[in-house]
């Protein structure tokens, strides 16, 4: 009985965390401090997902839903790409405080947890990329675990406030980010609401609550998280290096296809403060179009450029010579890590 107890508190905890991501029977840094492993409580999220995209066998498919979950694809890749990593991870650009608030409520739709959540791990990925620090580096943890893996560990779970110092000042972020699920519900509801309504409003569509349901949100959203953590895994593994970054990061033109821009990932690794990652016009990067065109209405503004000093060192490093001054930044982060 005495060992019994503690499991079901535990297991009553990690449940509650679906409802509440802060609620913890222990401290962040004691659950952050425990060794990697899959915890098959936060399992099932995922395996729900996946396993709900299986209801087209019930469903059935037709155009209209296969297009609604084409472009809610792409609408929430560019949620995952233009807001949670150019925005809220790295700042490329800025907006008003209320413009801050609907992009995070964007950001709710592609189910990938809260927005400060995401930038923490992400600015720590940056931090430690490719070395035993970084929760999801392929060459550390393998390809699996970089692809899915490291989000099914416990320790990887609580969000480290103090990384994210800058965004946690602002309670209506905390709130979205502690209840996480509350977004996602509310939009998987409203794919149902309107395929209901649907239904009796415009039954030449031949759609239904249940398809909208399981093209809209389960298919769509599971194929948006396997594009995004492919650039966890593949972007690290194969393509392209134009920089000597201190980890493997490589560009990618197919990924950067599948995810709207996030596949040039080594111009993003040598200058991560640049609104656009496909550094040059035969970079295809849809993420910073969109971002461009956005900033024309004022909603957001102050577009980082990427500086001249980066676009010299490429062109040095593609004819075969040393920077100007004799120093890459890229061999000198790596000489920094090894001293």
């Known amino acids: 009985m005495p060992t019994i107890i503690p499991a079901i508190r535990h297991l009553a905890s990690s449940l509650l965390q679906w409802i509440d991501s802060d609620y913890s029977i222990e401290t962040p840094e ?4 425990q060794p990697d492993g899959i915890n098959f409580v936060r399992c099932i999220p995922f395996i729900i ?3 709900g995209c299986l209801g087209v066998i019930w469903v059935g498919w037709n155009g209209f839903a296969v297009w609604t979950a084409v472009a809610l694809y792409f609408v929430r890749m560019f949620a995952v790409t233009g807001i949670f990593h150019r925005y809220f991870s790295h700042k490329t650009y800025s907006t008003s405080r209320f413009g801050q608030f609907l992009l995070a409520l964007g950001t709710g739709t592609t189910v990938q947890r809260g927005p400060l959540w995401w930038a923490y791990h992400h600015r720590d990925h940056h931090q430690h990329s490719d070395e035993p620090e ?6 550390v943890h393998g390809f699996w675990w970089s692809h899915i893996g490291w989000i099914t560990s ?10 994210v110092r800058d965004l946690a000042k602002f309670p209506e972020l905390v709130w979205l980010n502690r209840f996480d699920i509350v977004v996602p ?3 998987a509801g409203g794919l149902f609401g309107l395929g209901r309504y649907l239904e009796h409003a415009a039954p030449a569509l031949q ?3 249940a398809q909208l349901l399981v093209w809209g949100f389960f298919i769509s959203t599971t194929v948006l ?3 995004t953590a492919s650039i966890n895994s593949f972007t690290h593994l194969w393509g392209k290096r134009r920089f000597t970054t201190a980890d493997d990061s490589r560009n990618s033109f197919i990924l950067a296809l599948i995810t709207l821009g996030e596949g040039w990932h080594n111009n993003h690794h040598r200058y991560q403060s640049a609104t656009r990652n496909g550094f040059y016009w035969w970079e295809i990067d849809p993420t910073y179009y969109g971002l461009k065109l956005l900033s024309c209405t004022g909603f957001i503004w102050g577009l980082k450029p990427v500086p001249k000093s980066v676009y010299d060192e490429a062109a040095q490093l593609a004819s075969g010579l040393k920077p100007a001054n004799g120093l890459n930044p890229g061999l000198m982060a790596i000489q920094n890590r090894q001293s």
């Open 134 to 139: 970084d929760a999801h580096s392929p060459h």
């Open 154 to 163: 416990r320790r990887n779970f609580p969000t480290d406030y103090s990384k």
């Open 30 to 33: 004691v659950i952050r401090a």
């Open 225 to 227: 998280f396997h594009g």
């Open 207 to 209: 759609t239904s609550g």
């Open 185 to 187: 519900v509310l939009f």
């Open 49 to 51: 997902l996946h396993l």
